[in-house]
């Protein structure tokens, strides 16, 4: 064998993909997790058909004829109940609202206004009553439905779970991964030889970009291919702040490895540092839904402006330049964490 | 002899609430070509001091000199020139022999191919097996072809043999005297004294963070005065009668350079056994004992450090907190 065989660079990536992919277990929760995430919430949120509204008509004198009016339009399912059962249905959610029908005609409903699909059926239910009572609409009204895609919760979500994917491999492809290197004492074993401690860095880091590529790849396949998720902007973008997001979140894992010598120091420090943004920034669900107060906080932390430009990229087409606050913030976010990260880790 | 490491008055302190020192003030000098072994109970300092020597510590005070370079002026030029093996190195267990010791060959600029370092320890056949699937002697002959892959002048082990069986020990001390062969320079840290005897050309005895005897194991056995031990037991076990006056008792008879009692049993050394003996066997009748058990061997490593610190080297195992 010749000497120039031994690049210690591209030794210490081939090590780390071979530990990756040996281990079938950790494969598994860093390919095929994501893609559960969204078979899970895309079924669980998927677009509905038109619903049911389930209506309760108080038995009593007039309540046939209440019964006979909503029954001519098959989006409410009518029951007749006695006020006891009436009020029991209401309260489980068996029906939306009770309609007590009295002599004139008189409507009276019953119903909790705070829950969204009682407040809609209240509407729905008075518009179907007043009609077969015979009021005539003033104006003729016409329904256009959207159904663009990049509009669902499914669309809404992927770009969310890319981001915490990113997060999620960073804080453990290099945090945990390093604290366990430093407790074999395998860190220590590697700088009493002459390797390059930034080689080893770097190693680490481009062997986590490497698994990084094929979770990103399957992970937006798959949406495409179960869903129909389309990425409205360019590849080219996507991958830019894939790439941005690996970084800055493999400082963060560094950061936080840095002198942990215990496995449970550093699920601590991961879980503390990952908690907030999986609440905060907006994977599941818009940041904005937080009080106005606490965006300029919620804007700092590293994951909302990549969540916020992986969609901005994927669901409405704009452009790496019309993003340059979030590669700002995630840029600022690597490179002092890495230069922190150096200055504090430790090898023993 | 040029020597390969000098160590002056090392001191290492670790800070805290008590601060412990783990080497106060030790001398060393490692010539080229020796196999020198640390020898002393666990806590005496000898990981501290060989990892100071390693470049893996800073001491507290002290100066270091390791093939006529220094830390923290030469530290890729040193690092080329060693290897190292750590008491506990838990290498990847999902990496095969091949691949372990081809990342570790691409940190040197030269060495073995790492096919000649699993030759060195007898690993061929384990070539393609995982680390994780090693039995611990394999374990270990492959932490020390890690060390030899870079083709070092001089070689670092610590505990190399600890945990193992007799057999897998027999096959590290044949590795290592191979190396030692090619005149290249072992320093290794052991508390087994028949380890540092059959291996080691020079033995420094560490207690408590100093040297407290250096010479070949032939030397410091002769330093006892006698090259064989009696040791005996009595019946009664010493417990009545006069066991504070035996040593005086013993002092005097032919040929006994030294007498120690512990724990009941009684050793005494002596130059020549068949003079002492009959000597001895004669006493202890005249003062109406009887013999419980008697044994007569070489002295050992073991008898030096019990001389001098009047402590076994296992019960340093108590005191390494």
């Known amino acids: 064998m010749s000497e120039k065989e031994y690049s210690p660079l591209g030794q210490l990536i081939l090590a780390r993909l071979r530990e990756f992919y040996r281990q079938p277990e950790v494969v598994f929760w860093v390919y095929g997790f994501p893609i559960l995430m969204v078979v899970a919430l895309g079924i669980a949120f998927r677009n509905k058909p038109v619903e049911h509204i389930g209506v309760g008509v108080q038995q009593g004198e007039y309540a046939q004829g209440a019964k006979n009016a909503l029954s001519a339009n098959q989006k409410f399912q009518v029951r007749l109940c006695d006020p006891k059962e009436c009020r029991q249905l209401l ?35 008075d518009d179907a009553l007043q009609r077969a009572a015979g009021r005539k609409d003033a104006a003729v009204a016409g329904d256009i439905e959207l159904t663009e895609s990049g509009a669902r919760y499914i669309d809404f979500l992927v770009p969310g779970l890319l981001g915490m994917g990113l997060m999620g491999g960073g804080l453990w492809g290099v945090g945990f991964v390093i604290v366990d290197m430093r407790i074999r004492k395998l860190l220590k074993r590697f700088i009493a030889t002459p390797m390059k401690k930034h080689q080893f860095l770097a190693g680490i880091m481009l062997s986590r970009f490497i698994f990084m590529v094929p979770e990103i790849v399957i992970l937006l396949l798959f949406a495409r291919i179960a869903f129909g998720v389309r990425v409205q902007g360019s590849l080219f973008a996507v991958m830019i702040f894939v790439f941005l997001g690996a970084f800055t979140f493999s400082g963060v894992g560094l950061l936080v490895a840095s002198r942990a010598k215990t496995l449970e120091t550093v699920s601590g420090l991961m879980n503390v540092v990952m908690l907030p943004m999986w609440i905060l920034s907006g994977i599941f ?7 106005a107060a606490v965006q300029p906080l919620i804007n700092m932390l590293p994951l909302t402006p990549l969540i916020s430009a992986l969609r901005a990229v994927i669901l409405e087409g704009h452009s790496l330049v019309q993003l340059w606050p979030q590669v700002v913030v995630l840029a ?17 | 002899m040029p020597v390969a490491i000098r160590c002056s008055n090392l001191v290492k302190r670790y800070e805290g609430k008590t601060p412990v020192d783990a080497v106060r003030g030790l001398d060393l000098a490692v010539e080229e070509g020796e196999c020198f072994g640390l020898l002393g109970p666990n806590g005496a300092g000898k990981t501290t001091t060989i990892e ?22 030469q530290d890729g030029e040193i690092r080329q020139r060693i290897g190292i093996s750590l008491q506990e190195t838990k290498l990847s267990e999902k990496l095969s022999v091949l691949e372990t010791l081809t990342l570790f060959r691409s940190f040197y600029r030269q060495g073995l191919t790492p096919n000649e370092a699993m030759r060195r320890v007898s690993l061929e056949e384990k070539a393609a097996a995982w680390v994780g699937k090693l039995s611990g002697g394999q374990k270990q002959r492959l932490a020390v072809a890690c060390a030899l892959v870079g083709d070092p002048d001089l070689l670092f082990l610590d505990e190399p043999t600890t945990g193992l069986d007799p ?18 320079t072992v320093m290794l840290t ?47 076990g010493g417990g009545e009668g006069i066991p504070a006056l035996l040593p005086e008792v013993l002092a005097d008879l032919p040929g006994v350079q030294s007498v120690r009692s512990d724990d009941g049993q009684i050793s005494l050394a002596v130059a020549e056994v068949h003079v002492t003996l009959p000597a001895l066997l004669k006493r202890l009748k005249d003062k109406k004992r009887e013999l419980a058990s008697l044994t007569t061997r070489h002295a050992s490593l073991e008898d030096v450090f019990v001389t001098l610190t009047g402590r076994h080297l296992r019960d340093g195992d108590a005191q390494a907190s």
């Not at chain 1, 600022?332 to 023993?348: D, K, N, P």
């Not at chain 2, 052991?190 to 250096?214: F, N, Q, S």
Request: glycine share 8%; proline share 4%.
């Open chain 2, 190 to 236: 052991t508390h087994y004294m028949d380890e540092a005897e059959r291996l080691c050309d020079r033995v420094a005895i560490v207690d408590h963070g100093r040297v407290i005897t250096l010479g070949s194991p032939a030397e410091l056995i002769a330093s006892l005065g006698g090259e064989h031990i009696i040791d005996f037991s009595l019946t009664n």
């Open chain 1, 91 to 125: 309260r489980t959610g068996k029906v939306d609202l009770v309609v007590i029908a009295a002599a004139g005609p008189r409507y009276d409903y019953f119903y909790d206004p705070t829950r969204p699909e009682s407040a809609l059926a209240r509407t729905v239910v």
């Open chain 1, 285 to 291: 669900f818009s940041s904005e839904r937080f009080p």
């Open chain 1, 332 to 348: 600022v976010w690597g490179v002092v964490t890495f230069a922190l990260s150096l200055r504090w880790f430790r090898w023993m």
């Open chain 2, 52 to 73: 100071i020597i390693e470049g893996l510590l800073a001491p507290t005070s002290g100066d270091v000199e390791v093939l006529a370079m220094k830390w923290g002026r």
């Open chain 2, 167 to 184: 057999q897998a020990r027999r096959q590290l001390w044949d590795i290592i005297r191979n190396f030692g062969k090619q005149g290249r």
